[in-house]
């Protein structure tokens, strides 16, 4: 048989007579409405369970997601050799050919 | 524990491991679908391979899991690492032969039933037939065929017409064991319905209800948050059906509706912790139940890496503890107890001291043996039955 639950201490009459009239369910209640006065009445009311029906959902904005997504492309992109020798005249450059440009002394405030 | 049995058993190791799905975007709601899985459910075995489907809040997957332990060698066109042989240095034949190999489990997806929940899915449930399984929602239930992914069958759908009118979302549903026409589904009220699909194509009434009555001078705030059905089980002879609610499991007799046959109190010091518990969140945790083989003794979780079993003949009940700090492998679980007020024993925990962040919500129990399987945050515990 599994050993009762410890029992309470002696008890006065006063405290088995507020125990009929408080439950602990409603001593909790009663605790709850206590911090938080403006709390509905009703739990099981439609706001409680439309707050249910979209608990969890996590929204995300498309266009952040693309341009990280983009952004990431664009860093696995080789990077131009630093050191090109100039090329003039002999053949059409490519972009890989053209040394690269020196970065201007005003940033743009275009630049990401 | 049959004595007569005394087969040494193994210990389990990881069979596979899988991504089972991947996070979704839908962007015409610009809402995230995480890929966290719901739930699982296997397939009774056909032939060597096993099946299982699994579900996240949106879409379910048809997985087949198989076995290779052997390959193919002695090619005559292609060396062992399947580089092609020039065939002008063939000289002989021979026929390849299979030789044993490490053992590898391959996962692949067979079939994905996609797009057909408004609402996050919450139960998977294989109908007896072997054919058809359904899916449930918040607010409905459809009826799938497995080898088909275009269409599904709805077959019960509780959503009011003007959702301020929205009273309870269905919380687990489960098809019966034998009949393949009966399913039951629980709400957040605490009620269970039982459907026949023979009745009618949507199921929208139900043919049995099953409802305790309350006592109305007890209602409080909390009464129908805890009254939320987490789980529902039948028991393996059909006779039965157990539900798990945030205080208790409660076992129902199929015929009879008015008031469960059985009831247990898994965690009942609690109820003079409703108030925290519900600023915590803790009191919407939904926690699973489960049948032994046998449906002699369930099983439930709780908190502090607890978990429960209630012997339904002797009516004994133990508590025992999920955690590597105080279970050393190979040696027999310690009961543990909960003292709810007063002074407290030794060895007892106090209410107050209970970690409410170590909860227990999944566990298994091996269809013919004494063996456990117990969900903790982190950790997967295998528990087996003393064996001499």
């Known amino acids: 048989m599994p050993t009762p639950v410890t029992q309470n201490p002696a008890r006065t009459i006063l405290e088995e007579m507020e125990d009929k009239v408080t439950s602990p369910e409603k001593a909790e209640e009663a605790k709850l409405k206590a911090r938080y006065p403006h709390l509905g009445q009703k739990p099981g009311g439609s706001d409680f369970l439309r707050k249910r029906l979209q608990k969890g959902q996590k929204y995300f904005d498309s266009g952040d997601y693309n341009m990280a997504k983009a952004k990431m492309k664009n860093k696995q992109l080789p990077t131009a050799a630093p050191d090109k020798t100039e090329v003039t005249g002999d053949h059409i450059p490519t972009p890989q050919d053209l040394p690269q440009r020196k970065p201007s002394l005003v940033t743009s405030k275009l630049a990401g | ?388």
């Open chain 2, 1 to 388: 524990m049959n004595k007569i049995q005394s087969h040494s058993r193994g210990e389990y190791n990881v069979y596979s491991t899988f991504q089972s799905h991947e996070p979704e975007f839908d962007y015409l709601k610009s809402l995230e679908i995480e890929e966290k899985i719901n739930k699982i459910r296997w397939l009774p075995q056909k032939n060597a391979a096993q099946f299982l489907l699994s579900t996240n809040d949106k879409t379910i997957k048809l997985w087949k899991i198989s076995e290779r332990d052997k390959r193919p060698e002695g090619y005559n066109l292609k060396e062992e690492d399947g580089r092609y042989r020039d065939p002008t240095t063939v000289t002989t034949l021979r026929v390849p032969v299979f030789r044993p190999m490490d053992l590898m489990v391959e996962a692949s997806p067979r079939r994905i039933f996609a797009n057909a929940h408004t609402y996050h899915i919450n139960s998977i449930s294989i109908n007896s037939d072997y054919e058809t399984y359904l899916s449930a929602d918040d607010l409905r239930i459809n009826l799938w065929h497995l080898e088909i992914t275009d269409r599904s069958f709805n077959i019960v759908d509780i959503k009011p017409a003007n959702m301020e009118e929205l009273t309870e979302v269905i919380t687990a549903a489960e098809f019966h064991p034998n009949s393949c026409n009966t399913f039951v589904y629980s709400s957040s009220k605490g009620t269970i319905r039982l459907c026949d699909m023979r009745a009618s194509a949507l199921c929208d009434r139900h043919s049995k209800l099953f409802e305790e009555p309350e006592d109305p001078s007890n209602r409080s705030f909390f009464s129908e948050i805890i009254s939320s059905i987490s789980d529902v089980k039948f028991s393996h002879s059909g006779r039965y059906m157990m539900t798990r609610d945030y205080l208790s499991v409660k076992i129902w007799d199929l015929n009879m509706e008015n008031r469960p046959v059985e009831t247990y109190q898994v965690h009942e010091y609690l109820r003079s912790k409703l108030c925290s518990l519900y600023e915590n969140d803790c009191i919407f945790d939904k926690f699973e139940c489960c049948w032994n083989g046998s449906d002699s003794v369930v099983m439930t979780g709780s908190y502090n890496n607890f978990f429960r079993m209630f012997d339904r003949n002797t009516k004994r009940d133990i508590t025992l503890e999920a955690s590597r700090e105080n279970n050393k492998p190979r040696t027999v679980l310690k009961p543990r107890k909960v003292c709810a007020s007063g002074k407290r024993k030794k060895d007892e925990i106090s209410v107050d001291s209970l970690d409410f962040n170590k909860k227990i919500l999944h566990t298994a129990w091996h269809p013919k043996e004494n063996i456990i399987a117990v969900a903790t945050t982190n950790n997967l515990y295998i528990f087996q039955d003393k064996v001499n």
